[in-house]
């Protein structure tokens, strides 16, 4: 069984950082992309940042700039630094994780249960 725990979320005031963390559990082979998703009220859930299992990364554009998305492979872990943050950036932040469980079964993706992020003053 596999699992995707958050942490770091809470309350930050505009213009403060806050660092998310998403560590994976279980029975892993192999871990492709890993990424930060996030989900605001009454929006759908979009991409914030993504990374490949060598480092290559991908950012949306409301984040460029402020967020930076990395990863320890030894540990499964995956991190996101999150700098100069805006009312907007409000949302439930979520982890997302293509994963092999065995060498020879398909990529599947797991998510994590989301972690609250509110920047208010």
């Known amino acids: 069984q596999v699992q995707l725990v958050e942490s770091g979320g809470g309350l930050v005031q505009p213009g403060g950082s806050l660092r998310l963390s998403c560590a994976a559990s279980?029975?892993?082979?192999?871990?492709?992309?890993m990424a930060w998703y996030r989900q605001a009220p009454g929006k759908q859930r979009e991409l914030v940042a993504s990374?490949?299992?060598?480092?290559?990364?991908n950012y949306a554009e409301s984040v460029k700039g402020r967020f930076t998305i990395s990863r320890d492979n030894t540990k499964k872990t995956v991190y996101l630094q999150m700098n100069s943050l805006k009312p907007d950036d409000t949302a439930v932040y979520y982890c997302?994780?293509?994963?092999?469980?065995?060498?020879?079964?398909?990529?599947?993706?797991?998510w994590g249960q989301g972690t609250q992020v509110t920047v208010s003053s």
């Open positions: 279980g029975s892993i082979f192999t871990i492709d992309t």
């Open positions: 990374i490949t299992s060598i480092g290559i990364t």
């Open positions: 997302n994780a293509y994963l092999r469980i065995a060498v020879a079964a398909k990529l599947t993706g797991y």
